[in-house]
């Protein structure tokens, strides 16, 4: 039997990614045995503390900072967007989110910038990393089938995702990094100004929403998205990947379609 090929250097590093490996310690290998033997050091003469400073910004190229750090500095970039053409680009060259460094590009969104109604999903999937365009796989057919069923298309909605940056194997988005995100998503719904929010899914329904409620119990239900400046009427409903595992709740998602196209025609 021949054995398999020792795995390259790239393929190690891909998988030490998977795993969630994202930094080396040290450049050589420590014999901590060795260290309980060593004489204790010498105490180092007492230094004046310093003085705080101001929370470094992310720059490209450094490592991603602490989460607070990023979230931060997330916030301040987002709020000084003052179009999605400007907010596109902060995301661009922003680093402080690991997401990016394991992702093969930004995904945006797609469709129409002056659109009345945009949907908003969790994070982009093998497809959509490849493509940089929001819902282009399986999941996203159906969601083109859904929206065409109301008379919309990619010309008269706009659709995006709370995470811009496909995670390592399509894993559950961290807390921190969906926070760290959700200041880019929350401006990208200020500068489109949507009269209709549809949250596709339970986290995007949960982060965008503030609720702890699972999609079963939010989805048909209207909530108020407030931009600070506006109030948006939101729905929730089930995202596409769910339904084509679930065929069987079609039938409420076409529910929620109908309601949508109510108040869009009203």
Known sequence: MIPDPAPTVRELLAFYLEAGVDCALTEEPIDRLAELDAPAPRAAPPVEAPRPVA????????????PEVAIASAREAARTAPTLEALRELMQNFEGCALKHT???????????QARIMFVGEAPGRDEDIEGLPFVGRSGKLLDLMIGAIGLNRTTAYIANVIPWRPPGNRTPTPQETQICLPFIQRQIELVNPDVLVTLGNPSTQTLLSTREGIMRTRGRWFDYETGGRTIRALPTFHPAYLLRSPSYKRLAWQDLRAIAKVLAG
Request: net charge neutral; hydrophobic share 50%.
């Open 55 to 66: 929370a470094p910004a992310v720059m490209r190229g450094e490592a991603a900072p602490a």
């Open 103 to 113: 992702a093969t590009r930004l995904v945006f969104a797609d469709g129409n910038p």
